[in-house]
């Protein structure tokens, strides 16, 4: 880790307000030298779908300090309906898998409610769990080799992401309309990732890895921002702005949408979102530019605010450029701004590489031979040292 040019953690957003989480890191820094910069990022400000995360990169001190905004946000959260207004009708080998059955129906609607978890097209998705589709049994990626204990289902309740079904079944002796599990191919949008992917033949399995996973929006953008700064320091290739980042994240979510369900290019309301989201995130870049090597996903010339459907413009708000987040299902605050710390004041530790960066840096040790900058550069990328590429020394630095 000493050597890494960035730490990046990622945990629930309360991790960083815990005093011994931030603690730990204070003296992380105060012992190496690093520097931390932290953010809470939440997905539904700019995607149709709850994940709030905290994140926190620790930084090698040859990199200047920096700080990690927040994601661009839209006046009112985006809703499922924004982008799935529609979903596909599948395979019945693949619907065989996700269509719940009466004791798992009665099981939702003790525990929670049904009402709870059918999938509402005005609202952001829910926070997607390790746990979708598999509370009653076994977790398929074999962390847990039989179901959630009565006791933890009455205290948590049963959570999930339900669609009804054009048929009905009992349950108990009571007509109720069929649902079935939300189906990894539609999480996948809805949360931001590679769709077009092979999830079957175990798509609760699939289910499970997307429920565990951090949003590629927010690592995407917390990666992209790092780059720039190594960039700016290191004289490495040019990457992609944060904003081309986003953009090119959501393009091939559309595009993986509209090649299974193409009908939504021309959607008034699935159309005009990829129009509000370019416009967001590019408009939110100080280049103000599209690159061509992201997928050009289609743009509608007028914007659709709502349609018969019901389903309102995340566009459409009153104000200035506060957010109006009303919906949301956690009301944790986020911290009042990135928190930024260099703990390095004290030269007195021994540090026993003769080559380490840190103390070079610092002024402790004298600097290494130079190194060729197509050394330099491969370092910076692959993050490899080896006996005759020592770590970078600060008189290679492009400040």
């Known amino acids: 880790?000493?050597?890494?040019?960035?730490?990046?953690?990622?945990?629930?957003?309360?991790?960083?307000?815990?005093?011994?989480?931030?603690a730990m890191i204070k003296q992380f820094c105060s012992l190496t030298g690093y520097w931390f910069t932290d953010v809470v990022l939440n997905l539904e400000h700019l995607w149709p779908s709850r994940r709030e995360r905290w994140w926190c990169l620790i930084v090698n001190p040859t990199i200047p300090k920096f700080t990690i905004p927040l994601l661009p946000s839209f006046p009112k959260s985006p809703t499922v309906g924004h982008v799935l207004p529609l979903f596909p009708a599948w395979p019945e080998t693949e619907l065989n898998q996700l269509v719940i059955d009466a004791y798992e129906y009665g099981c939702f609607e003790n525990f929670s409610g049904?009402?709870?978890?059918?999938?509402?097209?005005?609202?952001?998705?829910?926070?997607?769990?390790?746990?979708?589709?598999?509370?009653?049994?076994?977790?398929?990626?074999?962390?847990?080799?039989?179901?959630?204990?009565?006791?933890?289902?009455?205290?948590?309740?049963?959570?999930?992401?339900?669609?009804?079904?054009?048929?009905?079944?009992?349950?108990?002796?009571?007509k109720v309309n069929a649902c079935r599990h939300i189906h990894p191919w539609e999480l996948a949008i809805l949360t931001g990732c590679k769709a077009d992917r092979q999830w079957a033949p175990y798509l609760k399995l699939s289910l499970s890895g997307?429920?565990?996973?951090?949003?590629?929006?927010?690592?995407?953008?917390?990666?992209?921002?790092?780059?720039?700064?190594?960039?700016?320091?290191?004289?490495?290739?040019?990457?992609?702005?944060?904003?081309?980042?986003?953009?090119?994240?959501?393009?091939?979510?559309?595009?993986?949408?509209?090649?299974?369900?193409?009908e939504l290019a021309e959607h008034p309301i699935a159309s005009a979102f990829v129009h509000d989201f370019r416009a967001l995130v590019v408009g939110h870049s100080q280049e103000n530019v599209i690159p061509n090597s992201i997928l050009d996903a289609p743009v509608v010339s007028e914007k659709v605010v709502a349609s018969e459907d019901g389903i309102p413009s995340p566009t459409e708000a009153t104000g200035d450029n506060h957010q109006d987040h009303e919906s949301e299902e956690h009301d944790n605050e986020s911290p009042k701004g990135p928190v930024i710390d260099d703990g390095y004041t004290d030269h007195s530790w021994d540090c026993p590489y003769d080559d380490c960066i840190i103390c070079i840096s610092a002024g402790v040790k004298p600097p290494v031979e130079d190194i060729p900058d197509e050394d330099l550069i491969a370092a910076t990328i692959t993050g490899e040292q080896s006996d005759t590429s020592p770590l970078l020394c600060r008189s290679q630095l492009k400040v």
């Open 114 to 174: 049904i009402s709870k978890v059918v999938i509402d097209l005005n609202k952001p998705l829910a926070t997607a769990l390790h746990g979708w589709g598999n509370q009653l049994m076994g977790c398929p990626c074999g962390c847990r080799s039989g179901p959630l204990s009565l006791a933890r289902l009455k205290e948590k309740g049963l959570w999930g992401a339900l669609l009804p079904l054009p048929w009905t079944f009992k349950v108990q002796g009571a």
């Open 210 to 262: 997307l429920g565990q996973q951090a949003t590629p929006f927010h690592s995407g953008w917390i990666i992209s921002h790092f780059l720039q700064h190594v960039h700016q320091v290191y004289g490495i290739p040019k990457p992609p702005t944060p904003s081309e980042v986003l953009w090119g994240i959501a393009s091939q979510a559309f595009v993986s949408r509209d090649s299974v369900l193409p």
């Open 1 to 22: 880790m000493l050597r890494s040019h960035a730490i990046l953690l990622e945990c629930v957003g309360e991790s960083g307000k815990d005093p011994q989480v931030i």
